[in-house]
């Protein structure tokens, strides 16, 4: 009998080889019967503040969820703070995205958004993402103001927050409606599975997905057409597309970086041990 996995996506741009795995039976290949949830079941209010009463954080803790794809960041974080599961690879794409202001805006460059509230979902990967790249343009830690918002499309529209970090479609939506673009984001994510996935399980998922991002790589027609599916047909041919990057294996090196990033900005309260959170083999 095929072992059931039950997966949690995120954003479509980003998770979108976890989907083509299911649908071109790249998994089935491997033995494996996936019930795959593309997003969270209770839409935009169940994008709280606590991560841990998010679905997928929540349904791993309780057992009823394998694996999840979430920023490297977050990876960390949710596998320390929920003693659940270990980091198994880095996903597959590396993530988009970019901070965002209206039209009428005064705000021209990242300095003009020192201690000015910026939307993010958060502890997600907009949140750190934002972070990183405000230390980049010259502010400082201390002088960089995130706000959570459930709903951070709407917070910028609505004029609740000045300036909004957004991933697709909600960049080309903000696009749509006349927003401007000040600074991109980058950022990877992480693989997290469950305590009883084993390594011959991992590495049935790490090649379906590597299949995935084969097959998507055949051609940028397709590619964006899989990806920005959440998109109006329209938007596609400019939407903001991942890097493609297949998963990778999460070296130790990397791994400390991050930690050290995190503990010195105060999200971690103490530094996790390299196999304590990643499964290496």
Known sequence: MARVIRLQGDSNAHDRPWMVAVEQGFFADEGLTIEYTEDNPKGVAGRVEDFSQRWKESQLQQGALEVYPVCEWGAIER???????KIIGLDTTVRTGAIMVRKDSKVQTLADLRN??????????????????????????????????????????????EAAA????????????????????????????????????????????????????????????????????ELRKTGLLPELTGVQSYQAAEFNEKVDWMLHRGFLKEAPAYDAVVRSK
């Open 116 to 161: 000015v509230p910026i939307a993010v979902t958060w502890h997600a990967g907009t949140f750190y993402a934002a972070i990183e790249v405000m230390e980049a343009g010259g502010v400082k830690f201390d002088d960089i103001k995130l706000e959570h918002a459930n709903d951070r499309l709407d917070a910028l529209l609505s004029g609740r927050n």
């Open 166 to 233: 957004l991933m697709e479609p909600l960049v080309s939506r903000a696009a749509e409606a006349g927003c401007r673009q000040i600074a991109d984001l980058r950022w990877r994510g992480g693989i997290v599975a469950g305590d009883d996935v084993d390594e011959e399980t991992a590495a049935k998922l790490r090649r379906a997905l590597n299949r995935a991002v084969a097959w998507l790589r055949e051609n940028e027609d397709r590619t964006r057409t899989e990806l920005l599916r959440d998109l109006k047909p």
């Open 79 to 85: 596998v320390q703070a929920l003693g659940k599961g």
